[in-house]
């Protein structure tokens, strides 16, 4: 952390002398930024696997499932800013459940999905009947949509922790789950286990969304997991450059969409802003796999 605060009071010299956008001057926006450029590699990396193995429903899931893990936090005493032990146990009970479900009923991924996403929803908003004593409602709405507010040094030390851990579990095991996500068969006769591999990828999947929660929100983390990813895949035709570019349009999202409403003042989420700048890149690249011959057959 003391190097940490190193490189903040360099960026603040930076921001009063105008090298800088004038809104890193706040400590703040720092933390923003410092977790943005954690998070941004991850979620792009991460994001390829998600459009690969088309598991965006489910990220989508445990994101709302993160707000019923915060009421129960609440409930049991821990801070409503930070109550990372009730989530990530939720989350994580919420997502190796309803991968067990699906593995031993067979049931359609989307119907099960929706059914786990119901009742988490459901629950979730029982509980918060029960909260709304002890806390303002209205603070819970930047566990929903994010806030560069709400994060503090225990955010960054949290996403630091869990992106370090995610990659790497996901750097070594990488080649295996692709494999088993995209041809399970030729996986099981290589000898590659598909279950455990499907195991570690959801509870990756998961871990990472929780700690994205504040920034990005719990509505919005799976549209940064998917729309960067799905943009990148409009232009390669090779695994390598499909991870590349949507590592690179996921860091600038979380970039733009900090630093652009502080420096120009308007008025929306951090979340927001970051998902609507991960949808331009999504329409440019689109427009350009639609008109320019040499994008037309990119594939993954």
């Not at 603040?12 to 800088?20: E, N, Q």
Request: aromatic share 10%.
């Amino acid at each position: 952390m003391m190097g940490l605060e190193g490189l903040q009071q360099e960026i603040m010299m930076m921001a009063g002398r105008g090298i800088v956008p004038w809104s890193l001057y706040y400590e703040f926006v720092f933390n923003a930024v410092i977790c943005a450029l954690i998070i941004g590699p991850v979620l792009g990396a991460l994001g390829t696997m998600v459009v690969a193995k088309r598991m965006a429903f489910f990220s989508q899931a445990v994101g709302n499932a993160a707000l019923t893990g915060v009421a129960i936090g609440v409930l049991i005493g821990e801070s409503y800013t930070s109550p990372y032990v009730s989530m990530f146990s939720f989350c994580i009970l919420f997502a190796l459940l309803l991968n067990f479900t699906k593995n031993h009923t067979k049931m359609a991924s989307d119907t099960l999905i929706g059914v786990f996403l119901s009742i988490s929803l459901a629950l979730g908003a029982s509980l918060l009947l029960f909260i709304s004593a002890k806390v303002n409602t209205h603070i819970l709405e930047s566990i929903l949509f994010g806030s560069i507010l709400t994060v503090n040094q225990l955010d960054i030390a949290v996403l630091f922790f869990v992106s370090v851990l995610v990659i790497a579990t996901g750097i070594p095991l990488f080649n295996r789950m692709l494999l088993s996500s995209l041809n399970p068969a030729l996986a099981h006769v290589r000898g590659v286990k598909v279950q455990l591999m499907e195991y570690i990828f959801v509870l990756m999947i998961t871990v990472v969304t929780v700690a994205c929660v504040k920034i990005i929100g719990a509505v919005l983390v799976e549209a940064l997991l998917l729309i960067p990813a799905a943009a990148a895949r409009n232009l390669n035709r090779s695994l390598g450059g499909f991870m590349l570019w949507s590592v690179i349009f996921s860091v600038s999202s979380c970039l733009m969409g900090i630093v652009i409403p502080m420096q120009w003042d308007i008025p929306i989420p951090s979340g927001g802003a970051i998902i609507l700048s991960a949808a331009c890149f999504f329409l440019i690249t689109s427009l350009m796999r639609g008109f320019m011959p040499r994008f037309q057959e990119a594939k993954i």
